[in-house]
């Protein structure tokens, strides 16, 4: 009998996997949000000198780089993780997804920190 | 209820396999992107500085593989996610009527900024 899927079946809280599946959805659904954001913010290049300074301005923000440092802690979530799924589906790494996730989201973790350093110290206050 | 969606299991693996080629590109890019505009780059530069710089033709090429990879897989990252979830046929057409609309909206913006400060003199 066919039955509906839920959004994330608690049958499989448990499993490793099925964390790093529905967390890859949810930062995919925010980067692809971003990403319509950033492809129109980055039009204003267009309208000449005053609004890039403008828009500058606000990127160089404490703010924005508080903001910025979440997105880049984002990305490598995604980006590492989707190593893995490349690796599980092309090169058999269904054998070892779970050591792979470990190693590869502590390698995005000091990424992050390394990443997130550099962003909070050009902050100009 | 399955049985209307059995096409899919076909057209699905194109998508995938496509999803998989633009997530290697994009890995690839988005740290280039990350390391040198964000991490590189600070403070506030000269408008005139960043259009010169933006107007050689590698860049644009970049720039453009960039765009259609990144359209490409967000955008099919939203469908696989609805094709989880929506089984209604009509809400599957409204919804990936939407996707391609946005889709060319965006490709259409994108495009636009590459073209136009390729023509800016300054």
Redesign the interface.
């Known amino acids: 009998m066919y039955k509906r899927t839920t959004f994330f079946d608690p049958n499989y809280y448990k499993f490793v996997g099925s964390w790093a599946w529905i967390l890859h959805r949810l930062s995919g659904l925010g980067l692809i949000f971003y990403l319509s954001l950033h492809i129109w913010v980055i039009n204003s290049l267009t309208y000449g000198d005053e609004t890039f300074t403008k828009v500058t301005v606000f990127l160089n923000s404490p703010l924005f780089k508080l903001l910025e440092v979440g997105l880049w802690g984002i990305i490598l979530f995604h980006a590492f993780n989707g190593i893995r799924v490349v690796i599980v589906d092309f090169f058999k790494g269904s054998l070892i997804h779970k050591k792979l996730f470990f190693v590869l989201i502590f390698i995005a973790f000091v990424l992050w920190i390394a990443g997130s350093y550099m962003l909070i110290a050009h902050i100009q206050w | 209820?399955?049985k209307n969606f059995k096409e899919s299991s076909k057209t699905g693996a194109v998508l995938w396999l496509f999803q998989?080629i633009t997530?290697?590109i994009?890995?690839v890019m988005?740290?280039y992107h990350?390391v040198f505009y964000?991490?590189v780059s600070?403070?506030?530069?000269p408008?005139?500085e960043?259009?010169a710089k933006?107007q050689s033709p590698w860049f644009n090429l970049l720039q453009f593989t960039f765009?259609i990879s990144?359209?490409y897989h967000?955008?099919n990252?939203?469908w696989m996610?609805v094709e989880?979830?929506i089984?209604c046929k009509i809400w599957r057409m409204i919804i990936f009527s939407a996707i391609i609309i946005?889709g060319f909206a965006?490709l259409f913006?994108?495009t636009?900024?590459i073209i136009?400060?390729s023509s800016?003199n300054v």
């Open positions: 209820m399955m998989r997530a290697v994009l890995f988005l740290v990350f964000h991490f600070k403070g506030i530069y408008w005139k960043v259009v933006m765009l990144a359209l967000g955008l990252g939203i996610v989880d979830y089984h946005v965006l913006v994108g636009l900024t136009k400060i800016l």
